[in-house]
């Protein structure tokens, strides 16, 4: 593994997005280091998942420059770049067969060479990554009778085991139940206490606040505002990217934003 | 308890506990069901006897009917069963479509179209061979350069285009079959039907079918990645198109080469992953070689069936195959979960 550093993980120099004819996002520029989360937010449709695949480099900017790590994305040879940023996807569909820890082990594909299965070392990271997502006892389940939230941790339990410095998160949220919402949540703040680094897409303005170091917030016009947290998260701001007039309350030394 | 623990904890691992056991039991089983071919038809033929045939110097008309008609025969047809089932698989991964078979790309459809022109124009053998092989890779070109775009489309584009093109060289097959003299017609409709009675010359499709084989090998574990789905794949480092266009290509091939030999047989691609799924799990590095093992077995003893049921006269085997695998596909679909 890479000597923890000071560079930042993911460094965006002046990136524009566009999807066929229509412009996502205008030009910003973001720095995320090691321990950062950077949250996305705004309206169904904006771009968030698209500018996470650009993050990812599954996807070129229309323009700017984007660094992972340090490197442009063409420089990455594709193992590697998959060592160093996972992503959890928002749709999995599920069609075969397959064990819960077969899918989890799916993870440590980049790990392995070409010829190589998985050993004994691996099992213990898949089992230790299904402790982690409150799925112990999980491991013999057919992943096809298991229930949406149970996947979605059964995918996350995969990006564990993948182990990358750059955790990518596409609404990891999703069909978890409140208490879920939040283990994962924290979860995924531990992991950054190890010198990793996150995006996530949320929908919840007050997860996004609790969570986020940086904010990129789309109004789905092509317009975003990114930068820290409490620049972004105001009302006028984000009642003007949702288009809904949004409060700020305080409550209890909390920050909460409720629809008017 | 910790022992049963960890003997419950293997057997999770993905496929590998049964694996040595299956494949001893599959071996066993291919090996019994090739005696059972060889000694069985219109002259029995005893294990002494098959013995000496094979490995001895043994002359007379036995020795001869086992070597020069059976062996090959048996072999050439094992060898497209297992084509066939690789090609299944491959199919089934690439779509991510547990209902497709080798046939579901139109390969089948331009062989038919090729080979019944042959035999309309009266040509032998071999023009019947080389002109469905012709139409196969054609109908195969054919569909890849019309389906050919970019992005989230092109699957669905390919599996349209194929199924267009199919049914476009089945009205033609049709056309032609409204054409032909009566003399003629028997042996059409026994190509269209799968019918081994005349595969003499095993070598091509073995070959084939290792080379096949070794080539999917080193990418089966991307194989299992991409069967979960494009983004993840690629997330994982897998490089999806490429993967993706060179085994479509391959699977193609490979039934190409089953449908020159034998017509198109069906049910074999479509089960035989099915089957071996039940038992190995859906690890790409055990159910590819177990799938071709399986489908090779299958279809050999699908042949001995259709050859001796109503003897002398031959069955096709795609009319043994059919009969056999649609109740066991209805069954396994009817016990799926879900």
Request: aromatic fraction near 6%; hydrophobic fraction near 55%.
């Amino acid at each position: 593994m890479e000597a923890l550093s000071a560079e930042p993980l993911l460094e965006a120099e002046r990136l524009a997005l566009k999807a066929g004819d229509r412009w996502l996002c205008c030009e910003f520029s973001l720095r995320l280091k090691a321990g950062e989360c950077l949250v996305l937010l705004g309206p169904n449709g904006a771009g968030k998942t698209t500018l996470l695949n650009t993050f990812a480099g599954l996807r070129l900017p229309a323009a700017g420059s984007l660094r992972l790590g340090g490197r442009l994305g063409s420089e990455w040879d594709r193992t590697a770049l998959a060592r160093f940023r996972g992503l959890l996807a928002q749709s999995r569909p599920e069609l075969f067969s397959s064990s819960v820890l077969e899918s989890v082990l799916v993870g440590r594909h980049p790990h392995l060479g070409r010829w190589g299965w998985e050993g004994e070392n691996d099992k213990q990271i898949a089992l230790d990554a299904l402790r982690e997502v409150g799925l112990s006892g999980f491991e013999a389940r057919d992943v096809l009778t298991l229930s949406g939230g149970e996947r979605q941790r059964v995918a996350i339990a995969a990006l564990l085991v993948q182990a990358p410095r750059l955790l990518l998160l596409d609404e990891p949220t999703n069909h978890l139940d409140l208490h879920y919402q939040i283990a994962v949540l924290e979860l995924f703040r531990r992991q950054l206490a190890d010198g990793r680094a996150a995006v996530m897409v949320l929908h919840d303005i007050n997860l996004a606040s609790r969570y986020a170091d940086h904010v990129i917030l789309f109004d789905g016009r092509g317009n975003v505002l990114a930068g820290a947290s409490e620049e972004v998260l105001r009302e006028d701001c984000l009642s003007h990217a949702f288009a809904h007039p949004i409060v700020r309350i305080e409550q209890g030394g909390r920050t909460l934003f409720m629809p008017r | 308890m910790g022992v049963a623990m960890s003997v419950r904890e293997q057997a999770l691992m993905p496929g590998r506990p049964n694996a040595i056991r299956v494949s001893i039991a599959l071996v066993l089983a291919a090996v019994l069901v090739f005696v059972w071919a060889l000694t069985t038809g219109s002259i029995a033929v005893g294990l002494p006897e098959l013995w000496s045939a094979l490995f001895g110097d043994a002359e007379g008309i036995s020795a001869g009917v086992v070597r020069e008609l059976r062996l090959p025969r048996a072999a050439a047809v094992f060898a497209c069963g297992g084509l066939l089932a690789l090609a299944g698989a491959l199919m089934q991964v690439l779509l991510r479509n547990p209902l497709a078979d080798p046939y579901i790309l139109g390969v089948s459809g331009g062989a038919a179209v090729g080979a019944l022109a042959a035999m309309l124009l009266g040509l032998g053998a071999w023009w019947v061979d080389g002109a469905a092989f012709a139409g196969a890779l054609a109908a195969m070109l054919l569909v890849f350069g019309l389906a050919h775009g970019e992005g989230a489309w092109t699957q669905t584009r390919l599996l349209l285009t194929g199924v267009i093109v199919a049914a476009g060289c089945g009205a033609i097959v049709t056309l032609m079959l409204s054409l032909a003299p009566d003399s003629r017609l028997q042996s059409m409709l026994f190509w269209l039907m799968g019918d081994a009675s005349g595969a003499r010359r095993p070598w091509p499709a073995l070959i084939v079918l290792v080379l096949g084989l070794a080539c999917v090998a080193p990418v089966a574990r991307d194989l299992n990645v991409l069967a979960r789905g494009d983004s993840a794949a690629r997330a994982l480092g897998v490089d999806v198109d490429r993967l993706r266009y060179a085994v479509y290509g391959l699977a193609s091939l490979l039934t190409a080469v089953s449908v020159t030999l034998i017509g198109s047989v069906g049910f074999v691609g479509l089960i035989v992953p099915h089957l071996v799924r039940f038992v190995i799990g859906n690890d790409q590095r055990l159910l590819l070689p177990f799938a071709v093992l399986v489908g090779g077995t299958l279809l050999t003893l699908a042949d001995t069936v259709a050859r001796t049921l109503i003897a002398p006269t031959q069955l096709p085997v795609g009319v043994v195959t059919a009969l056999i695998g649609v109740p066991v596909f209805l069954f396994l679909l009817a016990r799926k979960p879900g």
